[in-house]
């Protein structure tokens, strides 16, 4: 091991990046070498030694995935004949700890392991090496759980590139050595069907762009004021409020969303946002309107209202498997409640004022959730209210103010952050430099305090999004928030001019997997400024 130490370049920390190092986001520890390995054409899995059995085929295919993004769809046909057999990468070989898909799980305070699927909190550290001599060499991955496989994997891809001389693959700078884990177990990015539908295949073609930057929450925000495109089996005619017959989904196709995505690591957070943003419900039950002239929010005074929250919850929770559920709560305008006659007098009935009415709709919505086995996430609005009222299973999640992520984790709280001015995608005025530099634990110096953040998300608000521009608006700006969210601290850039390009890099490896990534100069969703190569746009 001490000569093989002597000819490696050790990645240097603390924001100093090694050129020529491109991969992203930048792993918790790496040390590489000189030399070139090349994939057999038969490059194959093995995984001997693992206890893990992969009934469900998550392994396998994404091991598939894998061949299929490092070959870019072109045609290998290397002729190995004259190549020292020594320098052929035969394949990985993959230890698994954990015997299935249900083996561990990190408390995120206690760190303590527990039995369940992929959901918050699960280890999604591995370790990849790559030797650069051996009879028969293999990259090796190990990993507690096939979901830090599933990342390793991906690091592994961003090292592969295709040769166009003698038309293989080959990996440079071996022999590798990283190790990596996740700064923070939630690494979120929202998208929103309600105001654009969007169909499956973008969905789809979305959530795998998430794994290439090793994101792991969908936040799904379905339904609000425009359109309520998902069937709920509990009330039918909710999806009545569609923008039409064709753009809606199914709770099959919930389903296989969900699955799709845990297939990639990738959990899928489903909103119901209430009381406010509800219009589209009454267009199949108009008495859950305050009156035919003053539709939202939501009839805090009728038990039907309720009902069909618990409805749609009951619903989720056969389909939605996390942890989680987001209840929405924000820009919630109470004036229909007191300009309605029969709700102004439930008021008078209930010693209610607007505020008081707010928070009891909101605190009885978090009650039906947590009778459904969920945790709660509301936006911030619920919290700058009455946050000594919400329940303690709270997850604030922090997008209108400065210094609200602090006081929510001061209270006892968690905390989600996506302020709006750094990380909200569809303002295309703000550059990616600002995503990087976004900082979820900013003025929390207080360790427990810090692991009540329990990460990031960045918005992807659908009013002027659809299927057309939804690629080149999230990416690149994305990645550059993934970085912060999955990198330790001390390995992040203090200046985001020094990742420039090895974000470009990265932008460029998104466009040759199919990914409608935009260039990095300019705003969000900018075209190319004039003809040049990828990497200098």
Known sequence: MGKIVKSLCFLVFLGVLVEGLNIWPMPN?????????YLSNNFVLKTDGSKYNDASGILKDAFSRLLDVIEVDHAIDSNFSHFDPLSILHGIDVIVWSQNDEDVFLNFILFEAWRTKLQYGIDESYKLSIPSHGTQVYAHIEAQTVYGVLHGLQTFSQLCRFNFTNRGI??????WYINDQ???FYRGLLIDTARHYLPLPIIKGVIDSMSYAKLNVLHWHIVDTQSFPLEIPSFPKLWNGAYSISERYTMADAAEIVSYAQRRGISVLAEVDVPGHALSWGTGYPSLWPSK???QPLDVSKEFTFKVIDGILSDFSKTFKYRFVHLGGDEVNTSCWTETPHIRRWLRQHGLNESGAYQY??????????????EIINWEETFNDFGSKLSRKTVVQNWLGVGVAEKVVASGLRCIVSNQDKWYLDHLDAP????????????????HQQKLVLGGEVCMWGEHIDASDIEQTIWPRAAAAAERLWTAYDNLAKDPSHVFERLAHFRCLLNRRGVAAAPLFGPGRVAP???????KQ
Not at 361 to 374: D, E, M, N, P, T
Not at 529 to 535: K, V
């Open 29 to 37: 520890s790496v040390n590489y070498g000189h030399q070139i390995m």
């Open 170 to 175: 080959e990996v440079h700078q071996v022999p």
């Open 182 to 184: 996740p700064r923070f």
């Open 293 to 295: 002239d003053c539709q």
């Open 361 to 374: 709709f909101v605190l009885r919505a978090q009650k039906i959730a947590l009778s459904h086995g969920y």
């Open 432 to 447: 990616w430099e600002g995503f990087y530099m976004n900082e979820p634990l900013t003025n929390i110096t207080n360790h």
């Open 529 to 535: 400024y004039e003809p040049g190569s990828c990497s």
